[in-house]
């Protein structure tokens, strides 16, 4: 399986860096760099979900963001700033293809093509995290639910997507009760299906119309930049 951001460079783009691809599996709940560190390898994903948490002075933390197989992980600590500004945890078991964080900066600086690809791609994230904070402050949670198991289920390559409601709660934000009420009211509507550490989406397009707004507005942030989009539904 091909990360959808390598896949769309030049040729040229690619040979400056596949040759120092490494790949690497990660677990479910696996943190892969923390809040302040530094950071000295970008994750290109090939099968699998990161979420960028924003961590809280509490150590309390929200999802900000998720990356998947269209994008790449560790580029906000990239050429321009060497320490991590959240925290990332996959959000499923995957692997990723890895590249040492100097090799990557060699290769923006050589390409000009590269540099406009990475800047599109961090103007989505940017997008995506913006919104994703509205969201999480006007939104009913019913609609932030459909709208983050959309975001999941794009990245996904199955409509089973192995979840715990405690793992739903925490990139919410929300107590697992919250989690579990809000989650019957959607399978009960037939949206979702849920078991013992799994979900699974029935009727995405019902799901979207139950979603808030602001699910399509990413995607058309994503869409109108030119961006690799996860699932072209």
Not at 170 to 194: D, K, P
Request: glycine share 8%; proline share 3%; with cysteine.
């Amino acid at each position: 399986m091909d990360n959808l951001w390598i896949a769309a460079l030049s040729p040229a783009d690619r040979k400056r860096i596949e040759p120092h691809l490494n790949e690497k599996a990660f677990a479910q709940g696996q943190m892969l760099y923390d809040a302040g560190e530094e950071v000295d390898e970008v994750w290109f994903p090939l099968k699998g979900v990161v979420s960028l948490m924003t961590v809280l002075p509490d150590d309390k933390m929200i999802e900000t963001a998720a990356i998947g197989r269209e994008g790449l992980v560790g580029v906000t600590c990239g050429p321009m700033n060497a320490r991590a500004s959240s925290r990332a945890i996959s959000q499923s078991e995957g692997v990723a293809a890895c590249l040492p964080n100097d090799i990557f900066s060699d290769a923006l600086g050589k390409s000009e093509s590269m540099r406009m690809s990475l800047a599109k791609f961090t103007e989505s994230l940017f997008a995506q995290v913006q919104q994703t904070a509205a969201c999480n402050a006007q939104h009913r949670l019913d609609e932030r639910l459909a709208r983050w198991l959309l975001t999941i289920h794009d990245r996904s390559d199955s409509d089973r997507v192995k979840l715990t409601q405690t793992d739903i709660a925490g990139m919410l934000g929300v107590r697992r009760a919250t989690v579990s009420e809000v989650g019957a009211q959607l399978e009960g509507e037939h949206l979702i299906r849920r078991g013992r550490g799994w979900v699974e989406v029935l009727d995405r397009k019902a799901l979207e119309a139950a979603s808030c707004g602001c699910y399509g507005l990413m995607r058309g942030v994503m869409k109108d930049l030119g961006v690799p989009r996860p699932r072209n539904s």
